[in-house]
């Protein structure tokens, strides 16, 4: 029944936020591009393409091939699309219900869920855009109630569906494959012997490799290359490059140089902002473009801790001042938690800190700003919100302990007045 109101209340804040702010009727921009155009070509039947004729990996085919569905059925009509993806968020609002529920009980289950209702990363921009990252949210929030329900049942079929969902979620966004020696790593630290944890292992991991080998192989026998996508180097070069490395307003982020040189044909035939530059493969743009960043780090290498301490700062702050303040009170309340959490010693909140540190570690060699940092969020709510009802508890343990230690004849009860 919570549940169910939770995600009714997640879907009509959306809803009425975004209806109210850029409507669902806007102009595709960005990555929408690509993500539409693979989509509305998968619905035609000229294969997974950008301009229709070549084929492309330039995104992972998760989120496109979900679009694909949407748009077949719909008419390709982008604002069914769009609340579609309003609809993927308000179930990651519920999931993130059920899973703090789980740890922590009802109390703190409806602080996280209303955090999550009301938290302005899940409610206004990325989930009306037609992103992958509505949609491998939700993923990586199913994902980690999964792991939490194995460390109480240990079931061989749960490990199976966990492995399956974490498959779909790399096709979806290929970082989480960061995630895998993480898997391993979690099994060792959690079953503590070596036979379950290598079985646990196998059965995760299985249906991962047999979800994500069809499309390695396929982007092997059409580029000549095993990868998740061809917009890795690109990636990396709007993290490490001159820019960068030099003005502090970017070091963390995501600026990528323009040159007419490293031009997708793909990105050409999509917009007009490219007349008269030279167009090459998106491979080819992908390799040139990792041979800089790589450059790039060799010359800027005495940086690297610096860059690193920008991102890491950006998972705890915002653009600007004031923004900064108000988060100060979710910051401080996310750190008493962990603190708690780890000086529990309690081995079931090993997922939570197994993930944080996927997501840390992958802040570090990618960038926060954005999108990219609504995992972080998630993170946020759950450990804040039991670190908000921990503090919350320790100050009424201490109003209690005062009035206790008064002398008889000076407590004043609730609603006594003095006369």
């Known amino acids: 029944m919570r549940t169910g109101l939770m995600f009714c209340l997640a879907l009509t804040v959306r809803l009425a936020v975004n209806a109210w702010i850029t409507g669902f009727d806007i102009t595709v921009f960005g990555d929408e591009k690509v993500f539409t155009a693979l989509a509305y070509n998968l619905v035609s039947g000229n294969g997974y393409s950008v301009d229709g004729i070549n084929p492309s990996a330039l995104r992972p085919p998760g989120f496109p091939f979900l679009l694909a569905i949407v748009f077949s059925i719909s008419g ?63 993923l990586l929030t199913i994902v980690l109630a999964l792991f939490l329900k194995l460390q109480e049942t240990n079931s061989p079929k749960l490990k199976v569906i966990c492995g399956a969902i974490i498959g ?81 307003a970017l070091m963390g982020a995501w600026d990528l140089p323009k040159s007419p040189c490293l031009v997708i044909g793909d990105a050409k035939s999509l917009s007009p902002r490219y007349p008269g530059c030279d167009v090459l493969p998106e491979t080819e743009v992908d390799k040139t473009c990792l041979t800089l960043a790589v450059t790039t780090i060799k010359q800027n290498y005495k940086q690297l801790p610096r860059l690193v301490a920008y991102k890491v700062r950006n998972l705890f702050s915002s653009g600007g001042a004031i923004e900064n303040l108000f988060l100060l009170p979710i910051v401080y309340c996310f750190f008493f938690g962990l603190i708690l959490l780890i000086a529990s010693g309690e081995r079931r909140f090993l997922i939570l800190f197994t993930f944080l540190l996927f997501i840390i570690g992958s802040t570090v060699l990618f960038y926060t700003f954005g999108r990219l940092r609504m995992p972080f969020e998630t993170m946020m709510i759950i450990i804040g919100s039991y670190g908000l009802y921990e503090q919350t508890e320790l100050i009424k343990r201490r109003i209690s302990e005062v009035r206790r230690s008064l002398p008889i004849g000076l407590e004043v009860t609730p609603g006594e007045t003095n006369s």
């Not at 740890?103 to 955090?115: Q, R, S, W």
């Open 76 to 138: 390709n009509s982008l604002i069914v699309a769009r609340v579609f993806n309003l609809c993927l968020s308000a179930l990651t609002v519920c999931v993130i219900y059920l899973l703090v529920l789980r740890l922590f009980g009802k109390k703190i289950a409806l602080v996280a869920g209303l955090a999550a209702v009301f938290n302005p990363f899940f409610v206004i921009g990325v989930p009306v855009v037609l992103y992958s990252d509505a949609f491998y949210l939700l």
């Open 168 to 248: 779909v979620a790399i096709l979806t966004r290929s970082e989480l494959v960061l995630f895998i020696p993480l898997i391993i790593a979690w099994t060792f630290f959690y079953y503590q012997k070596r036979r379950p944890a290598l079985q646990a292992s196998v059965l995760i991991l299985l249906p991962v490799v047999l979800l994500v080998s069809p499309w390695l192989m396929r982007n092997y026998l059409v580029f000549g290359k095993v990868t998740m996508a061809t917009n890795f180097g690109c990636t990396l070069w709007g993290v490490y490059n001159p820019n960068t490395f030099s003005d502090r």
